[in-house]
């Protein structure tokens, strides 16, 4: 079974630091980019990261610099660094998989059920 | 960044009605349009890649169509599991964006 399951959120103050993990399985996890999309409580959604199945990083402007992604194809795990968090980074942060091997051009056609980002003091 | 506007942002339907939603891009994307589900508490499911094309396992009843800066999405009879929130989304220039959404009720 195709899946992504999401773990590292939680509550942190603004200024803090999270990394979220992204454990697959079911595909071929090295040959496709991969995903961060994020939604605000009550809101839509927003793409945030993507990472090439080569390992080339691209960032949405208002995370630039304080977010990084990374994946280990030896683990078939996807992160998310975030540092110097900010109220506006609080949401729902769901990994995806893209159906080709840049995170353009091509939809998201595996999610995972979502870890959830706090930031409050 | 390109913006994807979504219309309406709620609709109510009855069983069996043809329901569309329309999505409007601010410059030309081709055919890199997605279509996505999300039910109340749930990730997002594709339904829709390339602006018509059907992802694998999805019902017949959804479709979508339209190029360039206009596209719509259909379902040609609304099922009561179909009560959700749909999206589209450009795939054409990072940043990906997401329309505002499109709330689906039955009447």
């Known amino acids: 079974e195709v899946q992504l399951l999401e773990s590292g959120g939680g509550l942190v103050q603004p200024g803090g630091s999270l990394r979220l993990s992204c454990a697959a399985s079911?595909?071929?996890?090295?040959?496709?980019?991969m995903s961060w999309v994020r939604q605000a409580p009550g809101k839509g959604l927003d793409w945030v990261s993507g990472?090439?199945?080569?390992?080339?990083?691209y960032y949405r402007d208002s995370v630039k610099g304080r977010f990084t992604i990374s994946r280990d194809n030896s683990k078939n795990t996807l992160f998310l660094q975030m540092n110097s968090l900010r109220a506006e980074d609080t949401a729902v942060y769901y990994c995806?998989?893209?159906?080709?091997?840049?995170?353009?051009?091509?939809?998201?056609?595996?999610w995972g059920q979502g870890t959830t980002v706090t930031v409050s003091s | 960044d390109i913006q994807m506007t979504q219309s309406p942002s709620s609709l109510s339907a009855s069983v069996g009605d043809r329901v569309a939603i329309t999505c409007q891009a601010s410059?030309?994307?081709?055919?890199?349009l997605n279509w996505y589900q999300q039910k109340p508490g749930k990730d997002p499911k594709l339904l829709i890649y390339?602006?018509?094309n059907l992802e694998t396992g999805v019902p017949s009843r959804f479709s979508g169509s339209g190029s360039g800066t206009d596209f719509t999405f259909t379902i040609s009879s609304l099922q009561p599991e179909d009560i959700a929130t749909y999206y589209c989304?450009?795939?054409?220039?990072?940043?990906?964006?997401f329309g505002g959404g499109t709330k689906v009720e039955i009447k």
């Open positions: 995806a998989k893209n159906r080709g091997g840049i995170p353009y051009y091509y939809g998201m056609d595996v």
């Open positions: 079911g595909f071929t996890f090295s040959i496709y980019a």
């Open positions: 990472i090439s199945s080569g390992g080339s990083t």
């Open positions: 410059q030309d994307i081709s055919n890199y």
């Open positions: 390339d602006a018509s």
């Open positions: 989304q450009q795939c054409d220039t990072l940043p990906l964006t």
